[in-house]
């Protein structure tokens, strides 16, 4: 019982990210980003590395990439310690083609190995869109 209310609450809160609108694009977030790990520091060597990792997605044929607006950490304290806000997620659209599909899997793929979970396209995919997120 325990279990279908965890997996219920994981569905609502990843069905809550695909649905937020005010995402900005992740490029254009990065570049304007003071910050010099603004993206998941634990994955990344810095912003420049995020800003390489998210142009991959594109020329793979990601529609759409943006940071995930729940995801983006912009207290005071930290702009001033870092520069800028921190995101430690971001949210792909996926193209129509399915080569491109494909490719943009095995990307999600190695990320979610690196996490220590699996990424399932049959799962993982929701309203055309992937969350992908660093811990």
Known sequence: MLKIVVIILIFIVVAFFFFKSSSPEANT????????????GNRFAGTEDAISFVNKLYDLG???????????????????KEG????DAIVVTMPSSESQKAALFEIF??????????????????NNK??????
């Open 84 to 87: 800028g806000p921190y995101a």
């Open 109 to 126: 793929k190695q990320e979610a190995i690196s996490q220590g979970i699996e990424f399932n396209s049959e799962t993982d995919v929701k």
């Open 29 to 40: 977030w990065l570049e304007e980003n003071q910050n010099k790990h603004a993206l998941a």
């Open 62 to 80: 990601a529609v759409k990439v943006v940071i995930s607006s729940d995801s983006i950490y912009k207290d005071k304290d930290r702009i001033e």
């Open 130 to 135: 992937v969350f992908i997120w660093w811990d």
